[in-house]
């Protein structure tokens, strides 16, 4: 299933997409795509329904994040082999652990800020995996079995505010609406393989990351099971999993974004996200 939210912020509404590409209005008593309705009898209790029996949603409505309230955004940074290497780092022993902040999630077309003072805003395409069963102390063979589906994120970064000004990585990672997530939940059924998905990116056109899944160093199952060592996954948790080479930081000369750009990004099957970046008010 590919599961969304619809309409104005802090309005949203819980749907489908169906088989031809049109949005479906879940019944309003199953609440907001959050907590256990992402679970595998919440998420059954959606499949079980017949998607040419629900409203129909006409037009293009706004799409917000895909999951409603996430209780953690765990992100996972220096997870792909190139992107290490762009970045003249060493390989992790373990995964690079940060978090963002409630207020960086928008929704997957928003306009994204770029915060004042910042000379050093950069994209990030990801794959995003949301949980959907609680998880603590779970081993990599039973991980995925924890995982409700797979979204796009874009892990927008101001890169002197992580990099050159102390402390951790949060405050470069977490401004408001640096995390655009969705446009769909895509249920691990339909999702195939997560080490085996293509994402790319564009900034106005000009094709900046194009790789693969398959780059990761730390797997979605070694990373569920590894977090789930320091604290408990719950569902509707989203944990962002890192990105391929072709990040602003890493050109030659560096680039970084601007008031008035676009950029697209996307994962094949996982669904595509276009931003607008504007000022700070």
Not at 135 to 141: C, G, L, P, T
Not at 200 to 224: C, K, P
Request: glycine content about 12%.
């Amino acid at each position: 299933m590919k599961l969304l939210r619809y309409g104005e912020p802090g309005h949203e509404r819980a749907g489908l997409l169906d088989a031809d590409g049109r949005i479906r209005a879940l019944p309003e008593a199953m609440g907001d795509l959050a907590g256990a309705r992402l679970s595998p009898a919440g998420l059954a209790e959606i499949a079980a329904l017949d998607p040419a029996t629900l409203p129909l949603v006409e037009g293009e409505p706004r799409l917000g994040s895909c999951v409603a309230r996430p209780g953690k955004f765990i992100c996972i940074g220096l997870n792909y082999r190139l992107h290490a290497a762009e970045s003249n780092l060493p390989i992790p022993a373990e995964p690079v652990v940060f978090g963002k902040w409630s207020s960086a999630v928008v929704g997957p077309n928003d306009d994204v800020e770029i915060p004042r003072g910042s000379e050093k805003t950069d994209w990030e395409v990801e794959l995003g995996v949301v949980i959907g069963t609680r998880a603590r102390y779970v081993d990599q063979a039973s991980a995925l079995d924890h995982v409700a589906g797979y979204c796009v994120i874009n892990d927008v970064s101001e890169r002197a505010y992580q990099l050159e000004r102390g402390g951790t990585w949060d405050k470069g990672k977490g401004c408001d609406t640096f995390g655009p997530t969705g446009p769909w939940l895509v249920t691990a059924d339909e999702a195939g393989d997560p080490q085996a998905l293509r994402l790319w990116l564009d900034v106005d056109g000009h094709r900046y990351q194009d790789g693969n899944t398959s780059d990761m160093i730390f797997t979605v199952a070694e990373i569920v099971s590894y977090l789930s060592q320091f604290c408990t996954l719950e569902p509707g948790d989203i944990i962002s999993t890192g990105t391929p080479k072709g990040v602003g930081m890493g050109q030659k000369p560096q680039v970084y974004l601007r008031p008035g750009q676009t950029v697209r990004l996307g994962i094949d099957g996982l669904g595509e996200q276009t931003q607008r970046f504007v000022a700070a008010a």
